[in-house]
């Protein structure tokens, strides 16, 4: 009797496994590429920055350049040394230390810092950044865990099953870290709009807007990683948002320090525009009592107006002071 031979299960379609791993490599490039300019921006316009905040930049910076060499490795090793092998695909390589692991950890960092900046707009919020720390550390705990299994079974499907619990670890928490981070922010920085210069409100606004959303980026993609690993089962489409969230994550956090540049600049803009007012102001209401502007008057009014100038750049430098956000040495 011939033995009976069972057919091998369908294969999926080749694209569903290197168009995600090749997509997300690319997009991981080229965000690598923006956080070079942001680097290198940060690094002319703040070279006066606490050291901590130098450390936290560079150490940031060293840790993605890191990850990404790790990536361009296996880009070449699944689709160069690879190619036309499809067990080639299903090999994490080096994938495993610069995804789940570096990508927890960039998160993770980006997340503490948020926390500070939390303690140190309000003292008494100290509790809800204790809380996202503990989520921040059983986020990395579990990017360190799927790192591990991975390593030891050097394939995406077994991993996927061995490690199931991991990707809700890390990308579950860093929605919920990245959602009462946003939410705290906004609280609290509404709350301080009442007790300041109108000024430093428009700065403030603008501060509040792109804390939202910049933390509301991470967390869609954190969300998208999620659902496409629960419900794309037998592809890698999940790995595509999740090779690009630790660029998202360090993008944001220069984009918020960088920021600053632009919010300086707008505010010194309004002051000088203030200023030019209240000299036309003055000119006008010359104007209006004399009939017209004698030669000999103008000598008072450029007094007058040298003497607003004086007080508005006062005004602007005690401003810049008590804004944490606008001058670089608060932090």
């Known amino acids: 009797m011939d033995p009976v031979v069972l057919p091998a299960p369908p294969m999926p379609p080749i694209s569903s496994i290197t168009a995600p791993l090749l997509l997300g490599s690319l997009s991981n490039t080229y965000l690598f590429g923006i956080l070079c300019v942001q ?70 960092i980006v997340q503490a810092f948020y926390c500070y900046r939390i303690f140190k707009i309000e003292h008494r919020a100290w509790p809800i950044s204790v809380f996202i720390m503990l989520i921040v550390a059983v986020q990395i705990a579990g990017g360190l865990w799927g790192s ?44 301080k709009q009442s007790a300041i210069h109108y000024h430093t409100k428009n700065s403030l606004s603008k ?50 320090l960088n920021n600053r540049t632009y919010l300086a600049t707008d505010a010194q803009r309004s002051h000088q525009r203030d200023a030019l007012g209240s000299r036309t102001g003055q000119y006008s209401s010359g104007a209006m009592n004399m009939g017209v502007l004698r030669p000999k008057t103008p000598v008072i009014e450029r007094t007058r107006g040298i003497q607003v100038d004086m007080n508005t750049s006062v005004h602007m430098d005690q401003e810049r002071k008590g804004n944490p956000w606008t001058h670089g040495s608060s932090y």
């Open 207 to 256: 501060i509040i807007q792109l804390t939202a959303e910049t933390n509301l980026l991470s967390t869609v993609v954190a969300l998208i990683t999620m659902i496409l690993f629960v419900t794309e089962k037998g592809t890698t489409y999940f790995t595509f948002p999740s090779l690009i969230l630790g660029k998202v994550y360090s993008n944001s956090l220069l984009l918020i």
């Open 39 to 108: 680097t290198y921006l940060y690094h002319l316009s703040f070279p006066s920055d606490a050291a901590y905040i130098k450390a936290l930049v560079y150490g940031v910076f060293a840790i993605d350049a890191t990850a990404t060499i790790m990536n361009v490795s296996d880009t070449f090793q699944w689709f160069a040394n690879g190619f036309g092998n499809p067990l080639a695909l299903d090999n994490v390589q080096l994938s495993p230390a610069d995804t789940p692991l570096i990508g927890a950890l960039i998160a993770g």
């Open 148 to 191: 591990i299994i991975a390593f030891q079974v050097q394939s995406f499907r077994s991993a996927a099953e061995k490690a199931s619990g991991s990707p809700w670890i890390i990308f579950v928490g860093a929605a919920v870290a990245d959602t009462l981070i946003a939410g705290t922010m906004i609280l609290l920085l509404n709350s």
